[in-house]
């Protein structure tokens, strides 16, 4: 499969943690974010809908 090479803004905390979960798994960052990307596609194709908007478990602590 070709890759396409994108720019993605994070906050420096988000980034920091991504960081730090790649170092502690021997993953590249960029590894890291297209799996989070590919299950963020799954659970939203699956659910047959997406609402940007609506609450999140992070919203409702």
């Known amino acids: ?10 906050p420096p905390e988000q980034l920091k943690r991504l ?4 170092d502690e798994h021997g993953l590249s960052l960029a590894w890291l974010v ?7 596609l ?3 194709e699956k659910q047959g809908e ?3 908007l609506a609450p ?6």
Not at 1 to 10: A, E, G, N, P
Not at 34 to 40: D, G, K, L, T
Not at 56 to 61: H, P, W, Y
Request: no cysteine; charged share 30%.
């Open 1 to 10: 499969m070709k890759t396409v090479r994108t720019t993605v803004s994070l």
């Open 19 to 22: 960081q730090r979960m790649a």
């Open 34 to 40: 297209r799996q989070a990307v590919s299950e963020f």
């Open 42 to 44: 799954e659970r939203a």
């Open 50 to 52: 997406f609402h940007p």
């Open 56 to 61: 999140t478990e992070k919203d409702a602590l």
